[in-house]
């Protein structure tokens, strides 16, 4: 008797740590996996100071949760990289990483290796993620019914702010949103003052120096983008006091006037720059009717160089020859300042084209949760232009945990245990789903899993509503492959650090002297 006693305790001594890091994990996953479906809940966070935030947005509720178990911080990165890397998907990149880390260590404590289970969840990933390509069915064109539903399913069946997203992809093109470095939900500005729209052109988030210049003054106009200052090139204080500095601080500023003239000349009616204007130069702008905007930020002049076709020039540029400054400018069918919004609107240019989806709301807290499901509506839209779809509501992991059950029984290593952990883990998202609209999941998996056999088909889930086995495809029950693969592989990456961890040491504090 005691010495199973001491093999116990040996047993639970050795994966202390690795129980302890799976704990954790499990606590995170608990915070949002109630979100998960049509039929999730929302989360509070409440504040230190009584503020309040309700939302079921996964990387939301993990970045402002107050985390200090380093093991949990872990999985707060695999949130924080679906939505760097996608923008949608986060809590169920969470929940994949839990159940994976779950799994992991049931197969650890029964005896695996963890290196064995380790390099098995490796290679059950890499398996389900091939599964998962091929799978995927292309969007036919940006009017596909299918990206339609998309939208939707991402913008929590807000009708309006999904034909916002689809109204802003047809006017951006599908070229634009496949190109790399593009992120369509950076597109996405929500205002309590606003009506909704897609405006297709760019808001530049500055107020002009000067607003009493009529439309007409801003129409049709070229533009000067510049990376510094609106002024004469400057002379140190030092050479002020001699003869020869004063010179050439007259000099710089006749050279500065003549190429103000030289702007008129060449029809500019808009000038942004990142740094301050001179107070010469503002009046001559105002009196000759250009718009100009100082301290712009870098982003919003990028915005406006490809919009416009504008080649950012430095103050040095500007007495350059009208041929050679003129080349530099940009052009602009429209630019005026908005004053509800609080921004510059310019359309029409000649450059890269851009759309901005303009979501109102009534207050300031709801623009903010209608900004953040605006932005997941778009970069599913995106994902799905890019990578195509699949059926979605944990269907098409179901139907990839199978496969990955075929390629177990034909393993012989001990990797087998760690590809079983990665179906098992495939499951976790629909038991979740159904868990939160109501249904036992072991019997919805069962028969699930019977249903797509039977017909060999992953299109089949488990309708929500009625419980009942439904075609997710034909029902519009869809998500974009590239959410559910990054999502995967991410849950991966941090699963197998966590069951890697065999101890955690507190580190010194650095020294400091006195």
């Known amino acids: 008797m005691s010495v199973n006693k001491t093999i116990h305790s040996e047993g639970e001594e050795r994966y202390s740590t690795l129980v302890n890091n799976a704990a954790a994990v499990r606590a995170i996953c608990s915070a949002v996996e109630g979100t998960l479906g049509p039929k999730g809940l929302d989360t509070m966070l409440v504040g230190g100071q009584g503020e309040v935030i309700i939302t079921n947005d996964g990387v939301t509720i993990l970045e402002k949760m107050d985390v200090t178990h380093p093991a949990a911080r872990l999985m707060i990165q695999v949130a924080r990289s679906q939505q760097r890397q996608i923008g949608d998907g986060t809590t169920t990149a969470t929940v994949l990483a839990g159940a994976l880390v779950q799994e992991g260590v049931a197969q650890v404590t029964r005896g695996v290796p963890v290196a064995k289970v380790v390099s098995g969840m490796l290679q059950g990933i890499e398996l389900a993620v091939t599964s998962l390509q091929g799978r995927s069915r292309a969007i036919e064109s940006l009017s596909d019914n299918a990206l339609k539903r998309i939208a939707i399913t991402a913008g929590r069946e807000q009708a309006d702010i999904a034909g916002l997203i689809i109204q802003a992809a047809e006017a951006v093109g599908e070229a634009k949103l496949r190109e790399d470095g593009y992120r ?4 996405v500005l929500a205002h309590e003052e606003a009506s909704s729209e897609v405006w297709t052109g760019i808001l530049l988030n500055q107020k002009p120096m000067n607003l009493h210049l009529d439309e007409e003054a801003r129409r049709d106009v070229r533009i000067l983008v510049l990376h510094d200052a609106l002024e004469p090139e400057a002379v140190s204080e030092e050479s002020l006091v001699t003869e020869a ?3 050439r601080y007259m000099q710089l500023r006749e ?18 720059s990142d740094r301050g204007v001179d107070p010469e130069a503002e009046q001559f702008c105002s009196d000759h009717g250009i718009l100009v905007l100082q301290r712009l930020s870098r982003r919003d002049l990028q915005l406006l160089s490809e919009h416009t076709g504008a080649r950012p020039v430095r103050r040095t540029a500007l ?3 009208a041929p050679e400054l003129g080349a530099a400018l940009g052009s602009a069918g429209y630019a005026a300042y908005d004053e509800r919004l609080e921004r510059v609107r310019v359309a029409g240019g000649h450059g ?3 759309v ?5 709301a009534a207050t300031r807290e709801a623009a903010h949760e209608r900004s953040r499901i605006a932005k997941d509506a778009a970069s599913a839209v995106q994902a799905a232009v890019r990578g195509g779809y699949l059926p979605g509501g944990g269907a098409a992991e179901m139907a990839v945990a199978h496969d990955l059950e075929r390629a177990r029984e034909t393993m012989k290593g001990m990797e087998g245990f760690g590809v079983a952990a990665v179906a098992g883990a495939l499951r976790k998202p629909l038991a979740q789903i159904v868990v939160n609209a109501g249904y036992n999941p072991l019997e919805k998996v069962e028969e699930l899993k019977a249903a797509q056999l039977a017909l060999s088909t992953d299109s089949l889930g488990i309708d929500c ?3 009942q086995v439904t075609d997710f495809v034909h029902a519009g029950i869809v998500d974009p492959a590239d959410v559910k693969i990054h999502a995967l592989q991410a849950a991966g990456e941090v699963a197998a650090a966590v069951l890697r961890i065999h101890t955690v040491i507190k580190m010194k504090q650095p020294f400091e002297e006195a």
């Open 352 to 354: 890269d084209q851009h």
């Open 245 to 247: 500095g004063f010179q």
């Open 184 to 187: 369509f939900a950076d597109s």
């Open 356 to 360: 901005t989806v303009i979501v109102g």
């Open 319 to 321: 007495p350059k020859s």
């Open 255 to 272: 050279q500065f006037r003549s190429s103000l003239g030289l702007l008129q000349e060449l029809g500019v009616g808009l000038i942004a």
């Open 465 to 467: 509503d009625t419980g």
